[in-house]
């Protein structure tokens, strides 16, 4: 089954393919499916070749920085330094080891990501519509396809309705290719091929039914796997420019290097063995070898922590991006509401019903004027009921005592309606045969089906946007089931009623049709209906939505609500959930008539739009984007593709969303929440705070290391601390210390800063300051530790030590100073701190009291025992050093407040 050449599915008739298939109308049994889909294995391409460890240990090394400290290392041993030698390569070794781990863990969070990202299919099994992921699915399962959707497996199509795949990723070919159900010839083409729907293209428009015929790696795209992918490499423009600047550092490094060397022993008569142990000491001191590391280290816990927020980044650059959001475009229904749907209103000719119940249980209290009723006294409601279910894609199930949907919730809501108000809805859809439809679509925005029954009776029925609705109807139904010329004044005025509420209204309009009409068109609903009547359905905020708009406002984010309800319904919501400026709203509409110009003056004020289209979207971005804003904009839609896609950070909904919308996007919301949005964006902030932290930690102590051997070869002054001993702080603090921030959590008051500018730097003039502020501190403490250990007459090796420990101790207290960026460290919890920081800390004061206690440390790395009260002295340096940073800071801080007026947290 499995194996029959594809050849033989596009030229065979759609009974034949049942039939070989052994599969019906019905679809499979749960039983059968299981059975095949041990046969068969899971639908799903085998997984991509993966690197030998060795390949990916060795790769590590590929790095200018690494290869410079090769090079030191190789000339130490020409000159008989072995234990130099053997240092250099450790800091090496090290840190290829901590990049090997790292990036395993970041190929692991990648691979739970990909699953997290796996299609969905709804199916047909034993008649009943279910929604199962894609990889379940076996030869023989009948698909439903929509717009927006990826195609899960290849199908041979069964039912087509306007129909039309994209399938550019297979042939090139960037047109949709509009499909059928006829059988074509053995050699056609694989672009040539209507009958056929393949894995991996999408769907832009129309309704489709299929059945598998092939999974897995047997499907086109299967035999040409690893064209797709669905997430990115570990690389953004940062890595890059960072890249870019260490090549740039380290040639800057190697000119000062032979500067000194040169100087050292031609001008300063300086031994030559000597001076170059000093000049590889001096490299070593000043390449940031770990900051690649460190940085890949920070991007890939971002990535993991934002997956446990249900936020899965699908491009990295999003990651920096969602840290300078400064407005959020976002939809309504399921994002900022609950999404479980409920009719409320119910508006006839001449009453209007109130509604309730508890989710999509199909019973509730039916009251006239506050009095309950029952249904069966308003013939009318009968046939608004008959109308909501005939009229409906969705099913209704009753699974372990809740009642649960299959399909939009807005027409499970639909349903619901439908056994309210008294009918049996089983019944009443297995009474009806849909002959053809014409499915909702944004540009006319209603959907209609043509309906007959075993009493050869046929009639249209029809749901939509009221206004659209109105405008195609020219009678209306009485109480007692009359016709009569429709009442438009009453039905627009109980539209806005209900509208005003916060609910949705849904218009329901009938036409009789000949029992020999089977096809249905356009010209058949554009006129002549009957309206029976309205709906309103309510779909709550989530509380919680609430008060992640509020943390939004404090962060200086604008929220604005981009929905196609009505626009009343859009202002109710948006008061309850206490945006901004409700006061205007602007429609599709007043957008279609305003130019470029006027609707970029008009769309920074304004936070609600309403009965909007998917193109609106677009207009919207490139009008906020012309004011040097930073747009994130959610969408779910076929359609919504070139507004994500044009967008600062597209983010699509992963449970409601179309694969077309998360293939454009950069993020996927696996909950399609709000809260999430929100707390991607936080996470962004902490993600770009932390890499700040890294690097203004990383390039102060790397120069203030190398400043102190530049120094003393300039001035013919002995070295204070040894090549060797540089090189083991560059082993034991640069890369835990280093690696200890790119855990550090969100710092407090993050929502309650300003966006940053979208091209602000990472290297920025306050940056350089610090670097050279930190640094001249850092060279000040060990010149001075060093003068008052040499006053005392203390051998230069324990000078040389006391030196090395002063130096460490500073940078660990520069560690503490660089944990909050933006106020005050002096807090008892950055104190605290984090795990990580203390077990680096822990292992960094262990590693020290090793080489200067420990008798074979100290013949390695010519150190001494350190007596107590200069242990003593060594610490009281560092929160000196803390202090006068931590002043400074201050300093800065106030004067920033008293120029912005924003103040310090």
Request: aromatic share 6%; with cysteine; proline share 4%.
């Amino acid at each position: 089954m499995q194996n029959r050449t594809e050849k033989t599915w596009h030229e065979m008739t759609s009974e034949d393919v049942l039939h070989a298939l052994h599969a019906s109308q019905d679809g499979l049994s749960a039983e059968e499916a299981a059975t095949r889909l041990q046969t068969c294995g899971p639908n799903r391409l085998p997984d991509p070749p993966k690197e030998h460890r060795l390949i990916r240990f060795l790769r590590q090394f590929h790095n200018i920085l690494i290869y410079v400290l090769l090079g030191c290392a190789a000339m130490t041993a020409l000159l008989g330094h072995g234990s130099d030698t053997l240092v250099i390569l450790a800091v090496v070794i090290v840190n290829a080891i901590i990049g090997f781990i790292q990036e395993g863990k970041a190929e692991a969070a990648m691979d739970a990501i990909r699953h997290m990202l796996a299609l969905k299919a709804s199916v047909i099994r034993a008649g009943t519509r279910h929604q199962i992921a894609g990889e379940l699915l076996v030869p023989g399962d009948l698909v439903l396809l929509e717009a927006g959707d990826k195609v899960p497996a290849d199908l041979r199509l069964l039912q087509v309705n306007g129909l039309q795949v994209q399938e550019s990723i297979l042939t090139g070919e960037s047109v949709p290719v509009r499909k059928s159900v006829q059988p074509v010839a053995v050699h056609t083409t694989l672009g040539d091929r209507a009958c056929m729907a393949y894995s991996g293209t999408l769907v832009t428009r129309g309704q489709g039914l299929g059945v598998v015929v092939t999974t897995g790696a047997g499907t086109e795209i299967g035999r040409i796997s690893g064209m797709l992918s669905t997430v990115e490499t570990l690389t953004t423009p940062l890595l890059r420019q960072m890249d870019i600047f260490a090549r740039w550092l380290t040639a800057l490094i190697l000119l000062i290097a032979v500067v000194l060397l040169v100087f050292g022993y031609f001008v300063a008569h300086f031994d030559f063995t000597e001076m170059f142990m000093a000049v590889v000491g001096l490299s070593v001191a000043a390449i940031p070898e770990g900051l690649p590391a460190v940085l890949t280290i920070t991007l890939a816990v971002g990535v993991q922590a934002m997956a446990r927020r249900n936020a899965i980044v699908r491009r990295l650059p999003a990651i920096e991006t969602l840290g300078a959001v400064s407005v959020i475009c976002t939809d309504k229904t399921g994002t900022l509401t609950c999404n479980e749907m409920m009719v409320a209103s119910v508006v006839t000719a001449s009453h209007a019903f109130s509604l309730d119940g508890a989710g999509y249980e199909p019973k509730g209290e039916i009251r006239l004027n506050d009095v309950a009723v029952s249904a069966s006294e308003h013939a009318i409601l009968a046939e608004i009921g008959r109308v909501a279910a005939l009229c409906n894609d969705a099913s209704l199930h009753h699974h372990e005592g809740v009642w649960e949907i299959v399909g939009d919730p807005m027409e499970g809501a639909l349903l619901t309606l439908t056994g309210k108000l008294g009918l049996a809805i089983e019944e009443e859809l297995a009474g009806w045969v849909r002959t053809d439809v014409i499915p909702f679509d944004a540009k006319h925005r209603f959907m209609a089906t043509l309906n007959h029954d075993h009493e050869n009776h046929a009639f249209i029925a029809v749901k939509g946007a009221p206004e659209q609705i109105f405008s195609m109807c020219v009678f209306q139904r009485t109480v007692a089931g009359d016709i009569e010329p429709i009442n438009l004044g009453y039905w627009y005025e109980k539209a806005e009623e209900i509208a005003a509420l916060g609910q949705r209204v849904l218009a329901f309009a009938v036409k009789p049709m000949p029992p020999e009409h089977t096809v249905l068109e356009l010209t058949d609903v554009a006129q002549d209906l009957t309206l029976i009547g309205m709906a309103g359905l309510i779909d709550p905020p989530r509380p919680e939505a609430i008060d992640a708009i509020r943390e939004c406002h404090a962060a200086g984010i604008r929220v604005k609500m981009i929905t196609g309800d009505h626009q009343g319904t859009a202002v109710a919501i948006a008061k309850q959930l206490a945006l901004q400026n409700t006061e205007r709203v602007l429609t599709g509409a007043d957008l279609d008539e305003m130019d470029d110009p006027t609707l970029a003056a008009t769309v920074v004020e304004t936070d609600v739009f309403a009965r909007t289209s998917p193109e609106h979207k677009l207009r919207l971005v490139m009008a906020l984007q012309s004011h040097g804003m930073t747009i994130a904009m959610t969408g779910d839609g076929v359609n919504d593709a070139p507004a994500l896609k044009r967008a600062d950070a597209g983010i699509a909904m992963g449970l409601k969303g179309s694969e077309a919308a998360k293939e454009a996007a950069d993020l996927v919301l696996a909950d399609d929440n709000f809260v999430s949005i929100v707390a991607a964006v936080r996470e962004g902030r902490t993600v770009y705070d932390n890499i700040k932290k890294v690097i203004s930690w990383t390039l102060p102590t790397n120069a203030g290391e190398a400043l102190t051997i530049v120094v003393a070869l300039l001035f013919g002054m002995t070295l204070p601390i040894t090549p060797i001993q540089i090189l083991w702080i560059n082993l034991i603090t640069a890369i835990t210390l280093g690696i200890a921030l790119a855990f550090e959590p969100t710092e407090h008051k993050s929502m309650q800063r300003l966006p940053r500018r979208r091209d602000e730097p990472l290297l920025t003039g306050e940056l350089a300051w610090r670097i050279i502020f930190v640094s001249v501190l850092l060279l000040g403490g060990v010149f001075g530790i060093y003068a008052y250990a040499i006053d005392q007459s203390y051998s230069i090796e324990l000078a040389r030590t006391i030196a090395v420990n002063t130096l460490v101790v500073m940078e660990i207290f520069h560690l503490f100073f660089i944990r909050n960026i933006y106020g005050t460290s002096l807090k008892w919890e950055l104190i605290v701190g984090t795990q990580v920081v203390w077990l680096t800390v822990i292992c960094v004061t262990a590693a020290q009291f090793a080489i200067t206690y420990l008798p074979p440390l100290q013949a390695l790395f010519a150190t001494v025992a350190v007596p107590f009260w200069d242990g003593v002295m060594i610490v009281v340096v560092g929160i000196v050093f803390f202090a006068i940073i931590e002043i400074e800071k201050r300093l800065r801080l106030l004067l920033r407040e008293m120029h912005t007026g924003h103040q310090v947290p």
